[in-house]
């Protein structure tokens, strides 16, 4: 049956089809769907973990016990787990693992910009990236026999349009569930220097076959223009969608679902068939990147842009088309911001700190909006838990006088993330801080998951607080 | 068939994404190529909100760009003149006339433009401009704006009546069918069109 679907719950269903048994993600829009679809399905396990390297852990022993399993966070989130992540590289899967992670170029929701790309390279694991919810489900399924084939995780990476646009999907028959048996193999998973040393040519043989696999792969293909016009693009994610809406058919296009490692012997292929290239990616230049280091000539961030999101009209406008006749009205819009929910406890709380004129840091959360007028009473906001170790660095440096005019907030979703080790800081290294912990016994910002502190699992059943 | 374009925009928790549910559905059962994008994350805290839904034999990209929409189904006045540079010379604005006042314009930072309905009248844009909270309350809740201003847009379009409302069938829950119904015939035989 044909079923609209987000590209997240395309995701879900790819996963479970492809026959994942076990996930364990942190939440973090705009990846959270992804988890949230996946727990109805009542014979597969899905939990929300307090954060995404405990997630990513947890994942990899349902991998090593021969179980298929994934994680799934934004891009923020694959900074916390990038400890486990580098080392999975070296020790491999047992059972498939595919670790999902959601970039937001143009910042939606979000506190940077980064391009999780980097990550596939650095780690050396390879990164599958669908450009609609269709490709969403079939690479997900793909992702679990590329893990299994090449013994390595596979870095699934969506991006904000993709992630919540719908579009048709199809889904086909769900996969036997195959469970592989667990056998001690220490040269494999004791990551020790002895065994780690000769897992890491193992590591840059498989990348290799991996780069050979990707020439001939159905993941990436190259449509060919009508001919109307003589060059090519090269691209891959939502900007294929732009590419397609303003070219249609008329050029030629080399599309690529798998991201790393690139497939070189395509690329040189497909610019000696056209006598111009462009590379068409949003934030940074990898593809162009790569392609310039393996000698093919592309003209790339010169004519795009390395900040924010694309659309069509980003891509018309680069190549000289001009802009559609629109409307506009004279009359100044004031602007709509979102707002602390009616109700909120955390809005009397900062309307004392502000009029208290204290120095408040604070943290991921919805609590970030209170640094909005009329409240305005925050100082700082970096990444998750940066309240607690950043006062207790801020009361180092400024001393007693400090101590008593600042003070942090963070909620309780994201005390349990990585405040508590802050925590744990200013304790054992005696600051005088204070720490305001904003409990609404929700994860509030990601639109109301459960946590630690909530007492109840993501099937909405009791769980230890 | 050339992809149509219809952007539904207003204040968080007003419904969109029913409305976009309901859209949805109905032209994927029509059998048309569909896509439907939102942005997910603040708009639960009364941000302005924006859904784009393309439908046509192929569509590519999920956004709706400057000059490009057909259609603007607005759940409040001032959001449809935020988003009116979306629509293409000659596009339809369909509106509530509800004012909401956003924070600037409640704490004092920043006034609500009175006219802008008048505005977009002047520059050539047909605004089908209606009282749909009247409409909803009427229906039996306030709630239905949404499905008010779906009852307009049908107007416009040439699907069968009862299509729409097996889809709203197929997208409410049970118990507020009636209501989502009655909502929509009234939306559906407002005054102009």
């Given at each position: 049956m044909k079923q609209l679907m987000?590209?997240?719950?395309?995701?879900?269903?790819?996963?479970?089809d492809g026959g994942c048994a076990v996930i364990s993600s942190y939440p973090g829009t705009p990846s959270t769907e992804i988890t949230e679809c996946f727990s109805k399905f009542d014979d597969a396990y899905c939990e929300w973990a307090p954060n995404e390297k405990v997630a990513t852990e947890s994942a990899f022993g349902a991998s090593l016990r021969g179980k298929r399993s994934a994680c799934c966070m934004k891009h923020v989130g694959l900074n916390v787990a990038a400890d486990p992540l580098f080392t999975m590289s070296y020790t491999g899967v047992n059972g498939g693992m595919v670790i999902c992670v959601a970039d937001d170029p143009g910042m939606h929701s979000s506190q940077n910009e980064q391009d999780s790309r980097h990550y596939a390279i650095a780690s050396k694991i390879p990164m599958l990236e669908p450009s609609d919810s269709q490709e969403a489900y079939d690479f997900a399924r793909a992702a679990f026999e590329i893990s299994e084939k090449f013994d390595t995780p596979v870095l699934f990476k969506m991006c904000t349009r993709v992630a919540h646009s719908q579009s048709i999907v199809e889904t086909r028959e769900k996969a036997t569930d195959v469970e592989k048996p667990y056998e001690k193999n220490p040269q494999k998973y004791i990551m020790a220097p002895a065994n780690a040393i000769r897992r890491h040519p193992?590591?840059?043989?498989?990348?290799?076959?991996?780069?050979?696999?990707?020439?001939?792969?159905?993941?990436?293909?190259?449509?060919?223009?009508?001919?109307?016009?003589?060059?090519?693009?090269?691209t891959s994610s939502t900007s294929y969608q732009y590419i397609k809406e303003v070219f249609g058919d008329t050029v030629s296009v080399l599309k690529l679902g798998i991201v790393n490692p690139l497939p070189e012997k395509l690329i040189k292929d497909f610019a000696s068939s056209v006598e111009k290239v462009y590379v068409v990616e949003e934030l940074d230049p990898i593809i162009e990147t790569f392609c310039k280091n393996i000698g093919v000539d592309v003209v790339g961030k010169e004519m795009f842009s390395i900040t924010g999101e694309f659309s069509q009209k980003t891509i018309a406008k680069a190549f000289g088309l001009s802009d559609k006749e629109n409307v506009k009205v004279d009359a100044e819009i004031p602007v709509r911001p979102p707002m602390m929910c009616a109700g909120c406890p955390h809005r009397g709380l900062f309307y004392v700190l502000s009029k208290n004129k204290l120095t408040v840091l604070g943290d991921i959360g919805c609590y970030t909006l209170g640094s909005a007028p009329p409240l305005n009473a925050l100082d700082m906001t970096l990444c998750m838990g940066a309240s607690v170790s950043g006062l207790h660095g801020f009361n180092i440096a400024g001393?007693?006088?400090?101590?008593?005019?600042?003070?942090?907030?963070?909620g309780d979703s994201t005390f349990m993330h990585s405040g508590v080790t802050g925590l744990i800081n200013?304790?054992?290294?005696?600051?005088?801080?204070?720490?305001?912990?904003?409990?609404?016994s929700i994860t509030g910002m990601t639109g109301h998951q459960q946590n630690p502190s909530t007492g109840y699992n993501i099937k909405g059943d009791p769980a230890a607080r | 068939m050339e992809t149509k374009n219809i952007m539904i925009v207003g204040v968080g928790g007003q419904g969109s994404l029913l409305a976009s549910k309901l859209l949805g559905r109905l032209l994927v059962d029509e059998g048309y190529d569909v896509k439907v994008s939102e942005v997910h994350g603040m708009s639960q805290r009364g941000g302005s909100v924006v859904t784009y839904v393309r439908f046509g034999d192929r569509v590519?990209?999920?956004?709706?760009?400057?000059?490009?929409?057909?259609?603007?189904?607005?759940?409040?006045?001032?959001?449809?003149?935020?988003?009116?540079?979306?629509?293409?010379?000659g596009g339809t604005v369909v509106v509530n006339t509800q004012q909401i006042?956003?924070?600037?314009?409640?704490?004092?930072?920043?006034?609500?433009?009175?006219?802008?309905?008048?505005?977009?009248?002047?520059?050539?844009v047909h605004v089908d401009h209606l009282d749909a909270l009247s409409f909803a309350n009427e229906a039996g809740s306030s709630k239905a704006v949404n499905i008010v201003l779906m009852g307009v847009l049908a107007k416009y379009f040439d699907i069968a009546y009862d299509k729409w409302i097996s889809a709203i069938e197929k997208c409410v829950k049970p118990q507020f069918i009636e209501i989502n119904k009655k909502a929509f015939e009234l939306g559906y035989n407002s005054m102009k069109g």
């Open positions: 987000i590209g997240n719950e395309a995701v879900a269903r790819g996963l479970y193992f590591v840059e043989e498989r990348t290799r076959k991996i780069a050979e696999f990707s020439e001939t792969s159905g993941l990436n293909r190259v449509e060919k223009g009508d001919g109307s016009k003589n060059f090519g693009i090269i001393g007693s006088e400090t101590e008593k005019k600042t003070v942090c907030v963070i200013v304790a054992y290294n005696m600051s005088n801080s204070t720490v305001i912990i904003l409990d609404n | 590519y990209s999920p956004v709706i760009e400057d000059g490009e929409a057909d259609f603007i189904v607005s759940f409040e006045k001032l959001e449809a003149a935020r988003y009116v540079d979306k629509l293409r010379k006042d956003p924070m600037p314009v409640i704490i004092g930072a920043a006034k609500y433009p009175e006219d802008v309905i008048e505005q977009m009248e002047q520059k050539g």
